[in-house]
């Protein structure tokens, strides 16, 4: 099955999921997520959304028969990424889905994936932003702390898909004479 996954909505997701989590968290994590809202860091946020897909497509490489990052080729340079860049791409990831799984469910397949991608970019970033100077001890922590929880999440989204994908087999008992 051929899932399709919007950059433009991974954007979207990582921005509303990090705005969702500065009004939960202290002023030191505000302050480490408040950058990814901003307009004019678009193309890093791009570039790392790409590299996160990667991540979770070898995560679940087993079930994987194709993928692809719009219109990149592997010999050829992918280009600058824009800051302004508002145009989608589409991140494509062709999976063998076991035949028990109702054709309904694909869009909850597509979404999980989705979220798995925006987890491991939260992850990333609050691991990038704990590398912080020396004496900025509350706001390393927080980071720390959030690194942590979004990486429990890429975890359990990785895990779920993989269970998903697993086929369960049904054991055949021959009668007893």
Known sequence: MLYSLSLNVIVDTIHALAA???????????????PLLDTERR???RLMIKNAFTEIVLALMAFVDDASL??????GSPGHQEADDDSDMLLQLSLRIPPKVNSTFHGLFRRKIELAVVYRVLETYALTASSLPEGCSAAKSSS????EAFGQKVLTACADLLSLLTPSFTPFIRPTD
């Not at 969702?20 to 302050?31: D, I, N, P, S, W």
């Not at 720390?144 to 690194?147: E, G, H, M, S």
């Open 70 to 75: 719009d219109s990149e080729i592997a010999s």
């Open 43 to 45: 193309g890093p946020l």
């Open 20 to 34: 969702m989590e500065m009004l939960r968290v202290g002023e030191e994590a505000k302050a480490l997520l408040s």
């Open 144 to 147: 720390l702390a959030l690194a």
